[in-house]
């Protein structure tokens, strides 16, 4: 026996070798076998959301206002829409040395179609007095008072009314020109100077007819 292994050595260690070698691919193969298949990795592209744009806002456009008083050059002028009024005061040539800027807003913002008014500091100074009435002897026959109309009178007419001097006729002129014909003879309370006391002097002497 002894004799047959060792003239069979290189044979019989062959063989193991070539055993030992199956088992492991075989063991390789069943350990492979039973490692999950990792699933596939997908890589998806990143969409940025939109950002939303604002709709342009439009501009708005230039205005025109009047510019009067005690300017140097009184008239309408062409501004920008967010112009002020010491905008359109330097627009007209600044003020004269007369202008009264206390009563005057000047950082208030300009409208279309605006007038602004600088008065004098005169015409704070000027007491306005009521003009008497001349007597008029009485008739046998009846008159009718004469009234002035205040949408077609002159500033000579105007300044006969009782209380309504050169500045206030001025005005009134300047007012109608501005604001159209008068619709009733209280609206000239609007017109700057104007208040109820004058208007109780004069309100049985004008008319809009």
Same mark, same amino acid.
């Given at each position: 026996m002894k004799r047959w292994l060792e003239k069979h050595k290189g044979i019989i260690v062959a063989v193991a070798l070539h055993d030992l070698a199956l088992a492991i691919v075989v063991g390789a193969a069943l350990f492979a076998s039973r490692i999950p298949t990792p699933s596939p990795i997908i890589i998806s592209p990143i969409t940025p959301v939109p950002t939303p744009t604002r709709a342009p806002t439009a501009t708005p456009g230039p205005?025109? +206002? #009047?510019?009067?008083?005690?300017? %140097?050059? =009184?008239?309408? #002028?062409? *501004?920008?829409?967010? %112009?002020? !009024?010491?905008?359109?005061?330097?627009?007209?040539?600044?003020?004269?040395?007369? %202008? $009264? *800027?206390?009563? !005057?807003?000047?950082? @208030?913002?300009?409208? $279309?179609?605006?007038?602004? #008014? +600088? =008065?004098?500091k005169s015409e704070a100074a000027t007491p306005i007095l009521p003009t008497p009435v001349p007597h008029v002897e009485s008739t046998s026959q009846s008159t009718t008072a004469h009234t002035t109309n205040i949408n077609t009178a002159?500033?000579?007419? *105007? @300044?006969?009314?009782?209380?309504?001097?050169?500045? *206030?006729?001025?005005r009134i002129l300047e007012y109608r020109s501005a604001n159209g =014909?008068? !619709?009733?003879? @209280?609206?000239?309370?609007? !017109?700057?100077?104007?208040?109820?006391?004058?208007? @109780?002097?004069?309100?049985?002497?004008?008319?809009?007819?």
């Open positions: 205005i025109q +206002v #009047y510019v009067c008083g005690a300017v %140097a050059r =009184p008239g309408v #002028y062409t *501004l920008p829409w967010d %112009a002020r !009024v010491r905008e359109a005061i330097a627009a007209a040539g600044s003020t004269t040395s007369d %202008a $009264d *800027l206390v009563k !005057v807003n000047l950082s @208030e913002r300009l409208r $279309d179609e605006q007038q602004i #008014y +600088v =008065p004098c002159s500033s000579s007419e *105007l @300044e006969a009314l009782p209380g309504i001097g050169p500045v *206030l006729a001025q =014909p008068f !619709v009733s003879i @209280e609206q000239i309370k609007d !017109v700057k100077g104007i208040g109820d006391h004058t208007f @109780e002097n004069i309100k049985d002497m004008i008319t809009v007819e």
